[in-house]
């Protein structure tokens, strides 16, 4: 199965949410100066997963995946349609309007997209879990 995975490391866990701290540099992994450079940004990103995984404790190094199917749908609903409201909203509204309260009604209409998805904000993490591996199996 294709899928994505990222290090993280286990910095707490409570029941069955284990948070992990992931560690992203970009495009810097592989720099040979990457020790003397400060062009290159590290982010820091803690993830709260639901995990039945018992064997975890804080400090294991573990690896979060997600198959590449559902990170595509997780692009769609985050990227893709929003650029269909906003292209389709600019292109209705040409033939009606001038472009201040085009590019107003536009920008209305990406809030209100974006405040729905995150009114459906546990739907969407039902929708694309993410799984934890020990990064010793």
């Given at each position: 199965?294709?899928?994505?995975?990222?290090?993280?490391?286990?910095?707490?866990?409570?029941?069955?949410?284990?948070?992990?701290l992931l560690l992203e540099a970009s495009g810097c992994a592989t720099c040979?100066?990457?020790?003397?450079?400060?062009?290159?940004?590290?982010?820091?990103?803690?993830?709260?997963?639901?995990?039945?995984?018992?064997?975890?404790?804080?400090?294991?190094?573990?690896?979060?995946?997600?198959?590449?199917?559902?990170?595509?749908?997780?692009?769609?609903?985050?990227?893709?349609?929003?650029?269909?409201?906003?292209?389709?909203?600019?292109?209705?509204?040409?033939?009606?309007?001038?472009?201040?309260?085009?590019?107003?009604?536009?920008?209305?209409?990406?809030?209100?997209?974006?405040?729905?998805?995150s009114f459906n904000k546990s739907f969407f993490e039902k929708q694309f879990?993410?799984?934890?591996?020990?990064?010793?199996?």
């Amino acid at each position: 199965m294709n899928e994505i995975k990222h290090r993280g490391t286990v910095l707490e866990r409570n029941g069955d949410v284990v948070k992990v701290l992931l560690l992203e540099a970009s495009g810097c992994a592989t720099c040979a100066v990457k020790g003397s450079c400060s062009v290159g940004e590290v982010e820091q990103k803690i993830l709260e997963i639901h995990s039945a995984n018992n064997n975890l404790n804080v400090g294991d190094e573990v690896y979060v995946l997600m198959s590449n199917k559902k990170a595509m749908e997780a692009l769609f609903w985050a990227y893709i349609l929003p650029f269909i409201v906003l292209l389709a909203t600019i292109i209705i509204l040409s033939n009606y309007l001038n472009e201040l309260y085009i590019g107003l009604i536009a920008i209305g209409m990406l809030t209100a997209y974006y405040l729905i998805l995150s009114f459906n904000k546990s739907f969407f993490e039902k929708q694309f879990n993410l799984e934890i591996k020990s990064k010793l199996l």
